[in-house]
Each structure stands twice: as structure tokens, then as C-alpha cells.
């Protein structure tokens, strides 16, 4: 097998593969920064809770729809995304419970609607895709959505930049100086709620928020000024999606599963060999050198 055959022909040859590599591009322009803001935030998990809570809405878009429409699902799945966010944070402000906790309530009873409505008119097949994406049957309308979410998300960071960054770091500090913080996390869960959409239409619910949570933490290890961690956490996002698509043609596998793979695989080698990094630790110093 030439270098050629085994990293070109691929994409050269086949024009699902070409599609989905564009998508996982995309994925990571626009989730890549999304991720880095929800990590410096805490909030990951959140992102998690955040991608099963679009379930429910793509399942009654997969009914409307009546079967895979990628387009619907999506409509479905941001309404039912900005939902649960918008109810999350209305029972945190009314109750005594914290955000992330009302998110996990929401999350566990979204997952189990989405997963009967799906089984009630689909099959385990369908429910095998909108559980773990279809990201090899992406078709032109579908990569359009995915574009424009991401194009959508660039600028909208670039429009508030300042303040997101103020209301992710001292949230008290941008309430005291009148900066409107509850309308900017509003949008900032926008954001995260759009993005989710768009992984959802690769990745499937499940696996959704691995582009944005694994690439944000290896940017971390790696970068210290928030723009190197948006730079870092895009490039791991974008050869994780790469590499992940190589494999699965190569290997006959799943893309969705290889390319999140790929990116743990990343992580890891982060983990071992980065700035913080235990190898590093264990490799003495001259005195006084640090």
C-alpha cells in the first residue's frame, strides 16, 4: 500500500468520504471553541447533559419526517436543546437546586423519551443512527446546516468575544458592572445547543460532545492564552476527524466511534507527554533549572 493509496485515494475516489471529512471540518471550527469555553466554565458535563437532551426532538423530527431526515431532525433537536436549556435554568433560579443538577434531571428523562418515541415507529437501525450518527450518509443539505452552524458560531464568538470571556471567568464581576451576564450565558447556550445539533448530525447523541469536550482538554494541556487554546483544540478536533475516517475505511469500522477514538488516543498521548505531564516529572532537573 503506497502513502498515496492509503491517506489520498480515499477522499479522491469516494464522494461520502469528501463530505464527511468537510463535516468533521466544520465540527471542529465551530466546536472546538464552544468546548474550551464550556471546560474554563466546569460546565462539560453539562455539554453532555446538552447533547442528550436533543434527542427527544430529533426522534419526533425522525417521525414527522418518517424516517432519517437529517434536516428535520436537526430543526427538531435544537428546539428541544434550547428547551431543556431555558427549563434548566429556570428551575435553578426558582428552586434550590443547582444548574447542574436540574440539566441531569432533564437529561435522564430527554434520553429515555427520545430512545421510546424512536422505537416506537423506527427500527434498531434507526435507532443505532440517531444514537451514534450517520456521518458517511451526509448529504450536501446536511453539510450546508453544518457549515453554517459553524460559520454562525465564529462570528458570533468573534461579535461578543470579550464578553463571554468576562462572564466565563468572573460572572459577579460582569453583574456588578451592569454587563447583562444572564443574556450573554443565554447565548452562550445557544451556542453550545446549535453546535450540539450539528455534531448530532455525525455523531449521533451520544457521541455528540466528544468533539467539543476531548479536543477542549488536550488544547488545555497544551496552550495557556485562550486563543492558542481555541488554535489547539480546533487542530486536534480537525486530525482527529482526519485520521478517525482513515481508519474506519481502512479498517472497516465505524467513522462516528474512530474519529471520538482518535481524539482520546490524542488526550492520552497529551496526558503522557505534555507540558504536565508525569514522564516529565520523572526526568530530573539540573538544580535550579525550573
Partial sequence: MTLYSALVEPFADYGFMRRALVATLALSLGS???????MLR?????????????LPGAAI???????????MMGLGGLVAG????LLSGLVSRTTALNEDASFASFYLSSLALGVLIVSLRGSNVDLLHVLFGTILAIDAESLCLVGGIASLTLLAIAAVYRPLVAECFDPGFLRAVGGRGPLYHLLFMFLVVIN????????GTLMAVGMMTLPAVVARLWAQTLPGMFAVATGVGAVSGLVGLIASFHLGVASGPT?????????????LAGPPSPLRRLVRRPHLSA
Fill in 259 to 271: 474519529i471520538i477514538l482518535t481524539a482520546s488516543v490524542i488526550y492520552a498521548a497529551s496526558l
Fill in 82 to 85: 434550547l428547551s431543556v436549556a
Fill in 32 to 38: 472546538g471553541p464552544i468546548g474550551v469555553l464550556l
Fill in 61 to 71: 423530527g425522525f417521525l414527522i419526517a418518517g424516517g432519517l431526515s437529517l434536516p
Fill in 42 to 54: 466546569r460546565m462539560s458535563l453539562v455539554g453532555d447533559a446538552m447533547a442528550h437532551a436533543v
Fill in 196 to 203: 450540539l445539533v450539528a455534531g448530532f448530525q455525525a455523531l
